[in-house]
């Protein structure tokens, strides 16, 4: 029986396997561990591709939010906006600061609805973090007018994000900072964690630079850091990956279409919104709106199809015990019932992609 699993961990690694040992060897050999030229050229590539001065590789995305916020100068009872549709990491960014995220309802597409926003704006407002989700960029416009009149901070949680554009300017680059994750099933993803921190802001960069690295600066501490350091190994799987990054990027968005073809006469299922003229969408999930959503997800499960309802089936205000259940958001609510990502990895064959379709169109025939 046909089997598509929802991310493939081993071909991460099997599918460059050569090239990864040879990596791992020349790196290894050289005794390049931490912070050696690797992560210091990888750096390079993100901040040349994204179009920005600085890049900063740290351990992992979630620790990239909190450097940014603390960094910043974010302080206690400070407010925060940003999306309930997101990873517990953005708002664990902000508490672990001792600030307050304000969550706003999303669009039809998932995404913070810009047009929410201002009605949560108080005298105590100092950030807004839009979540560039499934790798498509939130519609700046508004957010970014509405941090000036308001002199808000804009830091993106852009951990989805690297590669989609908006308006031709890169996802992470809109505000003081953004962040991208390589966790393997992101979609430039290593054999563990690693996160990176972009920026135009020089003075930001520097201390980024340093926390990440004990406060250090040539082993002298200027200030309070920790360690969050990006593995230099981690690095130069990473730079290796990313010099095919644009064939990672068209891949995905043949998948999309693929799906497209196959699904867009079947009216249980609504499909992400493609192409407009402003968005550059790269796809780092496929994330579905369906009728009978639990059902469809066990039927594909019984035909060795894997699907993932994402952060584990629920926004961040229905996780009763992390406290932010007072927030009203009906559209988040509606969309987290019928939500489902399909499988969308670079190892998933044109087949696999009509097996799928198919069997979601044989679901609804038949209930
Ligand atoms: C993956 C992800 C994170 C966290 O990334 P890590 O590198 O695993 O810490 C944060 N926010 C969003 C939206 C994510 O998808």
Known sequence: MKKVPFFNY??????????????????????????????????????????????????????????????????KGDEVILPSH???????????????????????EGMINPDLIEEKITKKTKYIMPVQLNGRTCKMEKIISLAEKYHLTIIE?????????????????????????FYPAKILGTF?????????????????????????SNLDCEMWGRNSRLHNLHAAFLDFQFKSFNETIQRRREVAKLYQ????????????IFEDENHFDTFQ???????????????????NIGTIIQWGGKAIHQFERLGLNHFDLPKTDKYFENCLMLPMNLFISDDDVKYVSHKIIEFYKNV
């Open 86 to 108: 997101t990873m517990t990491a953005s708002p664990s960014a902000v508490i672990a600061n001792k600030g307050i995220p304000i969550l706003v309802d999303c669009n039809q």
């Open 157 to 181: 949680d852009s951990a989805q994000g690297l590669g989609s554009t908006y308006r031709g300017k890169q996802a992470g680059t809109f505000g003081l900072a953004g962040v991208f994750s």
């Open 192 to 216: 563990g964690d690693g996160g990176m921190i972009i920026t135009n802001d020089d003075t930001f960069a520097e201390k980024c630079f340093k926390f990440r690295d004990h406060g250090r």
């Open 285 to 303: 999930n496929f994330e579905v709106l369906v009728n009978k959503r639990d059902q469809l997800k066990e039927f594909l499960a019984s035909n």
């Open 10 to 75: 081993p071909e991460l690694y099997n599918s460059n396997k050569e090239e990864f040992l040879k990596i791992f060897d020349e790196v290894s050999s050289r005794g390049a561990y931490i912070l050696q030229n690797d992560i210091v050229e990888f750096e390079k590539s993100i901040a040349n591709y994204c179009n920005v001065k600085h890049a900063i590789g740290v351990a992992n995305a979630t620790d990239a939010l909190e450097m940014a916020f603390h960094i910043s100068g974010i302080k």
């Open 261 to 272: 073809k196959y699904l867009v006469d079947e009216s249980n299922v609504k499909l992400p």
